[in-house]
């Protein structure tokens, strides 16, 4: 298996612009989490997914964020308009029914 | 509320030294998991353990090893004889019955030669 696949592995955009990250979860996993990480609050979670039903999203920042599952095999993280502030490293994860997260290689955004 | 706390932000270490990473944690769960991840300087997290709320086993692998007390919702994290590739952040993470991991601010390492 490949792992959690994230898209892009980098992104570079200007304040106001649209972003959108892309994930695509282990096959055959339930849970789907989107983490942010900074230097100054450390890993935090924004919204977590159960079979492409969201959960939980207390995370999430403001309605500038929103998250979508369409399917079992894909997920995206849009941030419109983007901030300077939403600089960060966003990680996906994906857990079956056991415990465990396998985290993807992570996505830094900066926004200028 | 869960909570995770490592107390260590920063430790230095030379190369063969030992090091503990410290891990308190709080909850009212009576089932949940404990885990440690490493980030190294390349940015992805990696898995290291999972351990369940109802086995207080200590576990060895290799140079690390970890000891779980619930007495003290302690969960600590030990590398004998470490090494420069050993410099990384370390976290450690709380997973209770929301399914979510609450992790720890994390405690970066530096081993230097």
């Known amino acids: 298996d490949a792992g959690v696949i994230q898209s892009p592995r980098h992104e570079v955009t200007e304040m106001g612009q649209e972003v959108t990250l892309r994930c695509k979860p282990i096959s055959g996993h339930d849970y789907l989490f989107w983490y942010r990480q900074t230097m100054m609050r450390g890993l935090e979670l924004l919204i977590y997914?159960?079979?492409?039903?969201?959960?939980?999203d207390s995370g999430m920042p403001e309605d500038r964020f929103s998250a979508k599952m369409p399917n079992a095999s894909f997920s995206t993280l849009k941030i419109q308009p983007s901030e300077p502030r939403d600089s960060a490293v966003y990680f996906c994860?994906?857990?079956?029914?056991?415990?465990?997260?396998?985290f993807g290689p992570g996505t830094r955004l900066t926004v200028l | 509320a869960q909570k995770v706390t490592q107390a260590q932000t920063e430790i230095s270490v030379v190369e063969k030294e030992d090091v503990t990473l410290d891990c308190v944690y709080e909850t009212r769960d009576t089932t949940y998991y404990l885990f440690w991840y490493k980030q190294p300087p390349s940015g992805e997290l990696v898995f290291l353990i999972r351990r369940n709320s109802f086995d207080e086993q200590n576990e060895i692998s290799g140079r690390y090893s970890w000891n779980f007390q619930k007495s003290t919702s302690s969960f600590n994290f030990t590398i004998t004889a470490s090494q420069v590739v050993d410099s990384a952040v370390y976290f450690c993470?709380?997973?209770?019955?929301?399914?979510?991991?609450?992790f720890g601010k994390g405690t970066k390492l530096s081993v230097k030669p």
């Open positions: 994860a994906s857990q079956p029914r056991g415990p465990e997260e396998f």
């Open positions: 997914f159960n079979n492409n039903v969201p959960i939980d």
């Open positions: 993470a709380f997973g209770g019955s929301q399914g979510n991991l609450i």
